[in-house]
């Protein structure tokens, strides 16, 4: 069975910084695209951050230099370092592994940037 499980959301002010993190069972994370999408309120799911063959890396524009996504394969585990937080960047976070055939996704984790 393969679980995806993310971690690290909570409240932070504006300027702050949080990193996410999220732990894979069932699967190993160096066969898959992984990516860290987000949902706010009334918003469509959009593609964050995603970590693709050989540590290649892209971003949504509206967060590059600030966030960075990383990988520790020893782990199975994949972090997404958010930094400079700004109010626009609350929402739910997911996790999500891409493979041939396959598509999964973790419960998400709330990301509240708020003074």
């Known amino acids: 069975q393969v679980q995806l499980v993310e971690s690290g959301g909570g409240l932070v002010q504006p300027g702050g910084s949080l990193r996410l993190s999220c732990a894979a069972s069932g699967i190993m994370f160096s066969s898959y695209v992984v990516g860290w999408y987000r949902q706010a309120p009334g918003k469509q799911r959009e593609l964050v951050a995603v970590?693709?063959?050989?540590?290649?890396?892209n971003y949504v524009d509206s967060v590059k230099g600030r966030f960075t996504i990383s990988r520790d394969n020893a782990k199975n585990t994949v972090y997404l370092q958010m930094n400079s937080l700004k109010p626009e960047d609350t929402a739910v976070y997911y996790c999500?592994?891409?493979?041939?055939?396959?598509?999964?996704w973790g419960q998400g984790t709330q990301v509240t940037v708020s003074s």
């Open positions: 970590i693709i063959w050989g540590r290649s890396t």
């Open positions: 999500n592994a891409k493979g041939v055939g396959a598509d999964y």
